[in-house]
């Protein structure tokens, strides 16, 4: 796609429930990363994937929070037995070759609310 | 450990003025610099990049700068308008480190009024 594409825009799920959030890098990145943005408060790195090495998943908060990107592209960020504090916009973001030469492309982002 | 800071944390001004704000980090040994806008509710917008090779990059009435060994830069906003009201961050690409390599401000909200 021409974008970096986020689904679902939104998400309200009740606490103990688990979330997948998805993201759709633009094609051919090689780097893609998940922030967190909670209300107010600047963006909070999670985890960072770069071609095919092993991800940098030390921004995690806790074990309830893992990431996979299957075949390099696609990524799903899981948030198993969700908590009201899990509440935020989670923001995905991809960039060609690691971003030292072009920057990065963020989406629109996911407002999770837990209730 | 690289510390992105911004200044001010909010800015008011009137529509027609220059503004700029400022992004200063901690640790020099970056490959860029990324201007982005954030408007409420909404992803990031990537406004320019500035490689630490570079000195300033334009777009628009949109001018950033980068001082590298002083670990500063500027994003300098002509003839302000109402439509560039929205929270202004900057962020590092950094050589390495246990945040992968983006590192953030917590950014600037600016509000143009008309």
């Known amino acids: ?115 | 450990k690289q510390e992105v800071t911004q200044i001010p944390a909010a800015l008011s001004v009137p529509e027609g003025e220059n503004l700029v704000l400022n992004c200063s980090f901690t640790d020099s040994a970056i490959y860029n610099l990324q201007w982005f806008r954030q408007d409420p509710g909404k992803g990031l917008t990537s406004l320019l990049l500035i490689q630490s090779s570079q000195r300033e990059q334009t777009s628009g009435r949109l001018n950033a700068s980068l001082d590298k060994s002083s670990g500063r830069s500027t994003l300098y906003i002509a003839a302000s308008q109402p439509g560039d009201s929205a929270t202004y961050l900057c962020a590092v690409y950094n050589y390495g480190g246990s945040q992968g390599n983006l590192i953030f401000g917590k950014g600037t909200k600016l509000s143009v009024k008309p």
């Open chain 1, 1 to 115: 796609g021409a974008g970096v594409s986020q689904s679902p825009s939104n998400k309200v799920t009740e606490k103990g429930k688990d979330v997948e959030l998805r993201c759709d890098p633009i094609s051919g990145h090689t780097a893609l990363y998940w922030y967190r943005q909670s209300l107010g408060q600047g963006l909070e790195f999670l985890i960072y994937f770069q071609g095919n090495s092993a991800p940098d998943k030390s921004g995690l908060p806790s074990d309830r929070f893992s990431a996979e990107r299957t075949g390099g592209s696609v990524s799903t960020l899981t948030i198993q037995r969700t908590q009201q504090e899990d509440s935020a916009v989670y923001l995905c973001a991809s960039s060609p070759g690691g971003g030292r030469n072009y920057g990065y492309t963020f989406g629109s982002g996911t407002r999770l609310t837990v209730v």
